[in-house]
């Protein structure tokens, strides 16, 4: 099983509301990443956790809070986010934080702001 | 940081035919190199991989290889059929948090 699930599918939010995103998965996987995708363009890594520590945050807005409560769950918590921030939102998770090892993809949440 | 460039960015072949989408990286740390498929409206699929100790893998119809040399990456579709069309996107992974750069995608189309 090598799956990744999020949920919702598709949120349209405005630009006042707080929403939060969810991923989980139950492979045993002890890093999580966020990655955001545009139309037409490569996945951009948003967040990295390891053993439920931020590991890596690539100069994300405030307005996208991760967090990670346990090694099967990743959320996203969203806040005054701006129209621009419409886009694929993409969890995926791998066994470690190592260099070389296989990651997988959930079927994104595709978030529109209105 | 590392920089992946992907050729071609749409490639359209007939049923049957072979399909080759081609990348390059700049980092010569990178040594793990992952394709993903991924069609609309669905996550990245990883469908192939190849870590830099190692010049070509297959699996049935897909294959990889890597000239570490060069810094280039290929990825090999044989006997192509429809549900092939999708998005495929080359990434190379650094040491650091397992970060994955992605080229810029190719849009396979396959013609019945």
């Known amino acids: 099983d090598t799956e990744v699930t999020q949920t919702p599918k598709h949120l349209v939010m405005g630009m006042t509301n707080k929403k939060s995103l969810k991923c989980e998965q139950h492979m045993g996987h002890r890093a999580m990443y966020w990655y955001k995708q545009k139309a037409k363009k490569p996945p951009e890594l948003m967040f990295v956790y390891s053993y439920e520590k931020l590991s890596i945050n690539e100069s994300v807005p405030s307005r996208f809070s991760p967090e990670c409560p346990n090694s099967s769950l990743l959320n996203l918590h969203l806040h005054a986010l701006q129209p621009e921030d419409s886009a694929l939102y993409l969890c995926?998770?791998?066994?470690?934080?190592?260099?070389?090892?296989?990651?997988?993809f959930g079927q994104g949440t595709r978030l529109t702001v209105v | 940081g590392e920089n992946v460039e992907q050729h071609p960015s749409t490639l359209s072949v007939q049923e049957g035919d072979s399909a080759v989408i081609k990348c390059t990286y700049s980092d010569s740390a990178s040594n793990y190199f992952p394709w993903y498929k991924q069609e609309l409206g669905k996550g990245p699929q990883l469908i192939i991989d190849i870590r830099s100790n190692v010049g070509e893998k297959k699996d049935q119809r897909i294959a990889v290889t890597l000239n570490k040399t060069a810094k280039h990456f290929s990825l090999h579709i044989t006997e192509t059929q429809p549900e092939d069309s999708a998005v495929y996107f080359c990434?190379?992974?650094?040491?650091?948090?397992?970060?994955?750069?992605f080229g810029t995608g190719t849009s396979l189309t396959v013609i019945p």
């Open positions: 990434a190379a992974s650094i040491f650091i948090g397992n970060q994955f750069y």
């Open positions: 995926a998770s791998s066994q470690v934080i190592s260099q070389g090892v296989e990651a997988f």
